[in-house]
């Protein structure tokens, strides 16, 4: 499965495609099951960075674990949590808090 | 040190409206990304893997208090109260927003700071010996001349798209502190028979995927030849370096397969075009500079050894940190400090907004209003007077800054790593900080000695690893991380590059593994005097390997 991911371009923020719009946490990103869904992913992908709302676009590798979208390359898993030496910084600091 | 003249002010102003205004355009989408791209680099903005990352120069490593404390604002107001100290003697932000980088760099100006050239393929920040100006081994202070070619080299229209990035280092000791020879090119400030100041030049070295030491091509350049033969070696490798391939672009590569005689040869003659025309430097403009420069006025404090002394037997703590993180001036009556950014278990390099504000009440208060940042990721005071050395260390306790492991195997470099880079295979810092906890013991670091230990978590080796005592380069195989591990690697006067021990180490298996490396050097060394680094020249890896990898060989 393939989930897009990218930057916010004003504030360099990681964002996943989700819902119609880009959500600030990965958990329920838009998944493609199939080569026709990565395209369409991949289209939106192109046209954000195109209309200047996100740089830096990916589809990256993801699986669902408990009905929870997760990455999963550790870089992704990063980018998705924040830094493993901080918890109190990055998407892990809004979720715990 | 260095003050800004009007020319300066008005460049890094013209240069913080400019950059201003292009963020504006992009964020309004007049520019695209790959038109912003360029421009953003230029100033020494990143997108990294949570967001932007603002690298900004800190020239030679030298700083006051203000600007220090100007950087614990900026690391409270914009980005998440704390600030990284680099390996290029610089510092980033991981969280600015690109909306605010102009206020960002508008503040910077004010105290006479920018984040020009630290990225593109330019020449860098030009790094220094964090105890210059202090050190009681140097010839002179290099400083002068870091500032001389940071004018010289800032937005030079000739080598503003070089084939890659190019960065320099001095220093004016014997002793090599400042990493020379790893450098694209490394000058030593030194003197001749004559008793002249110049320079041997080294050209070639570097890290990153292939690791060079460089090539000395001049054993004395007088000082007033600084310029043209800086000028001569970048115009040899502006038109021959190769720019077909990124990972063969550094000089390096032009050194090793043009040949260090054919190399010289060439520079040497473009120098001789050169050397006699408008770029020799005037003897009154390097005092000039020179007088920036002015150690300060550092009144005689016989009163300091008595006061050592006596505290010395009143504090344990006091006298470790001494031992480690104190070392002599060329005035008897001072001292030069080390700042451990290395606590027991914490990010290597990383100060928070209030540290930062603290060692600039410090630095103003006991040590001239001067601090360095080394190479090494610690923060210097480069003159206390020894009768303050005391009160100096209270305040480090107060706020945390105290940690006595200067040069011992938790004073670690680390890069960022897969934490925060978005080059990077594997993390850097998690690695750090197991090793720095599993050695925690002061006592148990000071047995063992000195001892570099380096990380990088990609074959970019910003973590220097290649010249570690011990290095290790994290990589990313078959999805998981792994740890790779060299020997024998030192980035002083007598500069090598380390050796691969063996297989790598997963995560887990790292922190054992360089406790047994430790194990064995400790059974192996002739006596305590014998450091890491002179016991691995001495035996080489073998013993390293058996304890190691013996277990391994018999199980197979």
């Known amino acids: 499965m393939k989930i897009l991911t990218a930057n916010r371009l004003s504030d360099g923020i990681a964002v996943w495609y989700a819902d119609g719009g880009w959500a600030e946490t990965v958990d329920h990103a838009d998944l493609a099951h199939d080569k026709a869904a990565e395209d369409r992913l991949e289209a939106i992908g192109t046209k954000a960075y195109a209309d200047n709302e996100v740089v830096d676009v990916n589809l990256i590798d993801a699986d669902v674990v408990d009905g929870i979208v997760e990455p999963v390359r550790l870089r992704e898993k990063i980018r998705a949590a924040g830094p493993t030496i901080r918890n109190d910084l990055g998407k892990q600091a809004a979720r715990a808090a | ?28 989408g007049e520019i695209t990304e790959d038109q912003f791209r360029p421009l953003r680099l230029m100033n020494g903005v990143y997108l990294q893997l949570h967001a932007y990352m603002l690298r900004i120069a800190v020239p030679y490593g030298t700083l006051n208090g203000k600007q220090l ?18 390996t290029r003697q610089n510092i980033q932000f991981n969280w600015p927003a690109l909306s605010d980088i102009p206020a960002i760099l508008a503040d910077l100006a004010s105290v006479e700071m920018h984040a020009i050239q630290t990225s593109g ?5 030009v790094t220094a010996d964090h105890f210059a100006g202090a050190a009681a081994d140097e010839v002179a202070d290099p400083r002068p001349y870091a500032e001389i070619l940071r004018q010289w080299s800032s937005v030079h229209p000739e080598f503003s798209f070089l084939p890659r990035k190019f960065k320099i280092a001095v220093t004016g000791a014997e002793r090599d502190r400042a990493a020379i020879q790893t450098h694209d ?7 001749n028979a004559a008793g002249e100041l110049g320079f041997a030049v080294y050209i070639g070295g570097g890290q990153g995927r292939t690791p060079m030491v460089a090539r000395k091509i001049r054993d004395f350049l007088p000082e007033v030849d600084l310029l043209s033969y800086c000028t001569a070696i970048l115009r040899v490798y502006n038109l021959y370096g190769r720019r077909d391939n990124k990972y063969k672009a550094r000089i ?4 090793h397969e043009t040949g260090v005689e054919e190399i010289t040869r060439q520079v040497e003659a473009e120098w001789q075009e050169l050397k006699d025309a408008e770029l020799k430097l005037p003897d009154a403009d390097i005092r000039a500079i020179q007088a920036y420069f002015a150690p300060p006025a550092l009144t005689d404090r016989p009163d300091g050894d008595a006061a050592v002394k006596l505290a010395r037997l009143d504090s344990k703590s006091f006298s470790d940190w001494l031992d480690q993180n104190v070392v002599t001036h060329r005035h008897p009556d001072y001292a030069a400090v080390t700042i451990s950014l290395k606590g027991i278990g914490e990010v290597p390099g990383d100060a928070s907004d209030s540290q930062m504000e603290a060692v600039a009440d410090i630095a103003e208060k006991y040590a001239f209003d001067e601090l360095r940042v080394s190479h090494e990721q610690n923060l210097i005071l480069p003159h206390v007077a020894r009768a303050d050395l005391k009160a100096v260390y209270d305040a480090l306790v107060d706020i945390g800054l105290a940690t006595a492991n200067s040069n011992l195997i938790s004073d670690i470099i680390a890069c960022p790593g897969l934490d925060y880079c978005a080059l990077a295979t594997a993390r850097s810092i998690p690695i750090a900080q197991e090793i720095s906890r599993r050695f925690a013991s002061l006592e148990r670091q000071r047995e063992i000695g000195e001892l570099k230990l380096k990380i990088s978590g990609c074959i970019n080796a910003c973590g220097h690893h290649h010249v570690g005592h011990i290095g290790i380069l994290g990589v990313e195989k078959k999805g998981s991380e792994l740890y790779q591990v060299t020997l024998g690697g030192s980035a002083d006067e007598n500069t090598s590059v380390g050796e691969i ?12 593994a360089i406790e047994q490396i430790v194990e064995t050097y400790l059974g192996l060394r002739l006596n305590p005097q014998e450091k890491f680094i002179d016991a691995y020249r001495r035996v080489g890896p073998a013993p390293f390997k058996e304890a190691l990898y013996a277990g391994e060989a018999k199980a197979a």
Do not use: P
């Open chain 2, 1 to 28: 040190m260095y003050r800004y003249d009007e020319f300066d002010h008005d460049f890094v102003q013209a240069r913080v409206a400019e950059f201003s205004d292009q963020v504006l355009r992009r964020l309004a």
């Open chain 2, 69 to 86: 404390r100007m950087l614990g604002h900026i690391a409270r107001k914009y980005d998440k109260g704390y600030g990284h100290f680099t």
């Open chain 2, 121 to 125: 393929n330019c020449i860098r920040n």
């Open chain 2, 185 to 191: 090119i490394g000058l030593h400030l030194k003197k």
């Open chain 2, 252 to 255: 390096k590569i032009l050194v």
């Open chain 2, 501 to 512: 021990i063996g297989r790598g180490f997963s995560s887990e298996e790292i922190t054992d």
